[in-house]
């Protein structure tokens, strides 16, 4: 099912075209997807074809969230070849080896001296509590048991989403047994899934296989992952894809069919609320048109998180009719190093005249920044020049095509490109009207 889904939306990028409605999986889906992958859950059935039966939408029980821990634990074959001896008088003959295991094991105490309570629905902080022990943490001692979710958000099992009023659902067991599976285990730097893989439970490739829609590798950040697939109200979206774009770019993508019964047409100014709230952006690459929010209808949101070699990168694109609006913010810890020219001096000067595109990128060995211009003036190519000029030492200027290097009438555009080739570093500031370029290169001692 997923690979047919990720196939398609490799055909949606090659043929440069939005998706129609698709219908998705919500987070819960992929969370249980990925771990059926890696044998850690298993459904209450399977339909007519074998596609498993996940159920997600119930409220499970103690019984079950316990099977399931055991299960996430890569335990139940041990637990099911296992004598155990408990306590327990109320316990169902099937789940009788992974509650053994687990009370064998510290991960669960019953409800009373002879009850586990089996047939109890489980709440978000008695599974909360399951995992923590897991992990190694001890109950009234790391954490209050009727208040686990206040250390599963510090380590990041959890995400703020669960309190004691909270419907808990097997959805939620499948969301916070994933994540658990990130988190590093208590005094140690190796997490669950890393400890799973040295204990021969499931390989790497296969865990980067499955869980790469939930834990992306390309952008790196969780926290911007986990908002946007918290806007999912329903199976409509998010369709997500990470992919290799080339050896020095990764993106993941995010695509919200707004035609969903649960549109919401504000969606691209929220998420770009959230961006400018949480990152540090350098500045912003501007779309077709503005604002960037198309009004009053759009057909779909695609958020593209790209990790390049030399810059990160959120780009917000919206769709109406065939028409594509969108805005690029470059993101970093702190201002964008420019590694390419590696120089920020120019870069925060040429920001400051408002370009409206930057590119990075590489041609023939050549690694350049790009930005380009709809020029308000018509000597805004000259006043470059002599900024170049005062705030760098050159070695000489080659005039391109004809002099002067302004064409003293009104310009289609003007282009900048600070270029790197093995630390020669050249400046060019390109003009260009009815079709011809015109300029000068400036090279830097």
Not at 238 to 263: C, M, Q, R
Not at 340 to 354: C, M, Q
Not at 402 to 412: I, N, R, T, V, Y
Request: charged letters at 20%.
């Amino acid at each position: 099912m997923r690979k047919a889904f990720i196939l398609f939306l490799s055909l949606v990028l090659l043929l440069g075209v939005a998706p129609a409605a698709f219908a998705a999986s919500s987070e819960a889906t992929y969370a249980a997807e990925s771990l059926h992958d890696l044998g850690l859950f298993q459904g209450t059935g399977t339909t007519a074809d074998g596609t498993p039966i996940y159920d997600l939408d119930r409220k499970p029980t103690r019984n079950e969230a316990v099977t399931m821990l055991v299960r996430l634990l890569g335990k139940e074959e041990e637990a099911m070849n296992g004598t155990w001896d408990i306590p327990f008088t109320d316990v169902a003959n099937w789940a009788k080896p992974y509650v053994g295991y687990a009370y064998a094991n510290g991960l669960t105490k019953g409800t009373g001296a002879t009850t586990f309570g089996g047939e109890s629905l489980v709440t978000a902080s008695q599974y909360i509590t399951f995992v923590l022990r897991a992990l190694g943490y001890e109950s009234e001692v790391d954490f209050q048991w009727d208040k686990a979710w206040e250390l599963s958000d510090q380590i990041g099992a959890t995400l703020g989403e669960y309190d004691a009023s909270s419907v808990f659902l097997r959805g939620d067991v499948a969301k916070v047994s994933l994540r658990s599976l990130e988190v590093a285990q208590k005094g140690k730097t190796e997490t669950l899934a890393q400890k799973l893989i040295a204990d021969g439970v499931f390989t790497s490739e296969q865990y980067s296989s499955a869980v790469w829609f939930m834990l992306p590798p390309s952008f790196g950040d969780r926290a911007l992952h986990e908002y946007l697939i918290s806007l999912g109200k329903s199976e409509d979206y998010p369709h997500v894809l990470g992919y290799k774009w080339n050896d020095d770019e990764y993106i993941d993508t995010y695509w919200f069919d707004l035609k969903a019964k649960h549109s919401n047409p504000n969606l691209a100014n929220e998420i770009t609320a959230f961006i400018k709230d949480k990152y540090y952006f350098d500045w912003v690459d501007g779309g077709h048109s503005s604002p960037h929010q198309l009004e009053p209808d759009v057909n779909l949101v695609r958020v593209e998180a790209i990790n390049h070699k030399y810059y990160k990168e959120i780009i917000i694109s919206t769709f109406k009719d065939g028409l594509w609006n969108g805005t690029g913010y470059f993101i970093q810890d702190g201002p964008i190093k420019m590694t390419a020219f590696g120089d920020r001096k120019i870069h925060e000067y040429l920001v400051s005249l408002n370009p409206s595109q930057v590119v990075f990128g590489a041609l023939r060995g050549i690694n350049f920044d790009q930005y380009w211009f709809d020029p308000g003036s018509t000597d805004l190519a000259d006043k470059i020049g002599e900024t170049i000029k005062g705030m760098y030492e050159l070695e000489r200027i080659d005039i391109i095509e004809k002099a002067p290097h302004q064409m003293g009438s009104e310009l289609d555009a003007v282009r900048v490109e600070t270029c790197n080739q093995n630390n020669v570093k050249s400046i060019v500031v390109l003009t260009f009207k009815d079709g011809q370029m015109y300029g000068a290169t400036y090279v830097l001692k």
